[in-house]
């Protein structure tokens, strides 16, 4: 479903990113892993075009993407839950929700009941506003929020960061579940080691903004992997 290749990124006159590649597979979690600081969060937002990358290529489904930005890259079907989670505070979960339809067909506006059967806190809370939401409660509705989308490619930036352990369980079952469906390729970036290989089928190790260790689940040992992304 994704290649990156060599992909190249500046903030201003500073190198981000050097010469990245990047697999991710539908029907598959890949792993984004590496200490703070060394590009994750710039790579896979140079993947859904909130900075454009400076070099290098990005193929989604067999098609060569120029550079263009997040709201076109949305309606070719690649979703980013963004660190932060950036809920709408003064708009209702369900007018949050909605904002999704805008990569949609006006055919396609209606929130399925499917995210209510992942979230149901959700549907309970539908009408209060999403400032009002705890942490877990915001990160539930930016995840489904993306996957109003229909994603072909689902991007999530630290989706445990700040969040209730009985939570975190809740999210690693709607990611298992959205794998085992196919119908989307899932690019994970998490600093909570055993929530993300218990859950990967890949794993790419960034460092100081370059590849140190790619491969499958089969190919990195867990101590390799562990040792790889400890200070």
Do not use: W
Not at 178 to 195: C, H, K, P, S, T
């Amino acid at each position: 479903m994704l290649r990156v290749e060599n992909l190249t990124l500046h903030y201003g006159h500073s190198r981000i990113l050097h010469g990245v590649d990047l697999s991710a597979d539908t029907g598959q979690v890949t792993c984004l892993m590496g200490t703070n600081g060394v590009g994750k969060t710039s790579l896979i937002r140079a993947i859904a075009g909130r900075h454009p990358r400076s070099g290098g290529t990005i193929t989604l489904d067999g098609e060569a993407l120029p550079v263009l930005p997040a709201h076109q890259l949305a309606r070719k079907g690649i979703a980013l839950v963004s660190q932060g989670r950036e809920v709408f505070p003064l708009l209702t979960v369900r007018e949050n929700l909605e904002t999704g339809f805008s990569c949609l067909p006006k055919s396609d506006h209606a929130v399925p009941e499917e995210m209510f059967d992942l979230f149901p806190v959700l549907k309970a809370m539908q009408h209060r506003r999403g400032g009002d939401l705890s942490g877990g409660q915001q990160q539930q509705l930016a995840i489904a929020r993306a996957l109003i989308t229909r994603p072909r490619l689902l991007l999530m930036d630290e989706p445990t960061e700040g969040i209730q352990p009985n939570i975190i369980q809740m999210i690693g079952e709607v990611i298992r579940k959205l794998r085992n469906e196919g119908r989307m390729a899932i690019v994970l970036v998490e600093q909570y080691f055993d929530f993300a290989y218990d859950l990967a089928d890949r794993f790419t190790v960034l460092r100081r903004g370059a590849v140190t260790m790619a491969g499958t689940k089969a190919e990195v040992s867990r101590e390799a992997l562990l040792q790889a992304v400890t200070v």
